[in-house]
């Protein structure tokens, strides 16, 4: 479908390569709302904050841009991007993308049903499955479920719950360890209440931290870190970075034996 500037593409692109084979017993991951890269000493920041880290998540991520050999030339992570839609002006696509220091068992993506007014553009989830050695892991399974997901905004709350429920479809049936981030939209208290009880089905616990709100977040947290089968040692709020419209989020995950 072509809006006047942008043309639906749900599609899976791989990039980079990992070095290791399996993730544990310690995770060290990013979340970072990258606004499209758009805002200057966007690179400088992010070649910094993903040294040494096993998952990246970053939503409003782009491809085909001036940033793309970051990624396809990285020896340090694989990187897979579901792109959402695409820019028919300079053919940029955005959507959500993941990258991870040791190479994904299987990958699922999925838009939301609905659009968002005007542009018509789509949100985007990306479910990830990595493996870990079956010592590492809690409940006896040999793969971490990561979700990597941004919401559908500026809709009814009707259409905002249906999204929710693809996010539910993916975590059915994962029995071990889940990680559950991104940018949710959570900008107020319906739309929270309603993901707070998605990931309460789930056994899901919400990732506390020290933040500074944001005006045009309507001083409400839009990203979240939700956990099943982890132990969180360390969470940063990088009140410090500019170069996007969201601060991003460094967390320190163990997996107990």
């Known amino acids: 479908m072509i809006t006047h500037r942008y043309h639906t593409v749900e599609s899976l ?56 050999n970051l990624f396809h030339k990285s020896s340090q992570h694989q990187w897979i991007m579901a792109s959402s839609f695409r820019n028919v002006k300079t053919n940029i696509e955005t959507g959500v993308k993941t990258g991870s220091s040791v190479t994904a068992k299987s990958q699922y993506f999925s838009a939301s049903d609905h659009g968002e007014p005007l542009t018509q553009t789509k949100k985007m989830l990306l479910a990830i499955e990595y493996p870990l050695t079956q010592r590492e892991s809690a409940h006896n399974e040999s793969s971490l479920l990561v979700v990597n997901a941004h919401l559908i905004n500026f809709v009814s709350i009707e259409k905002f719950r249906a999204h929710l429920e693809q996010i539910s479809h993916t975590l059915q ?85």
């Open 13 to 68: 692109t791989l990039m980079g390569n990992a070095p290791e084979q399996t993730l544990g017993p310690n995770i060290e991951l990013l979340l970072w709302n990258v606004f499209k890269c758009k805002k200057k000493g966007w690179q400088k920041d992010f070649s910094s904050l993903i040294h040494n880290k096993d998952l990246v998540l970053l939503q409003e991520a782009v491809l085909n841009s001036p940033f793309d």
């Open 173 to 257: 049936g994962h029995k071990g360890p889940i990680i559950l981030a991104g940018d949710f939209n959570t900008w107020n208290k319906k739309r929270l209440s309603d993901f707070n009880k998605l990931a309460a089905a789930f056994a899901l616990g919400k990732v506390d931290m020290i933040r500074q709100p944001r005006l045009n977040h309507l001083f409400r947290h839009l990203d979240h870190v939700y956990c099943r089968g982890l132990d969180v040692t360390h969470v940063q709020v990088h009140t410090d970075i500019h170069s996007s419209d969201h601060y991003p989020i460094s967390l320190s995950l163990h997996l107990p034996n």
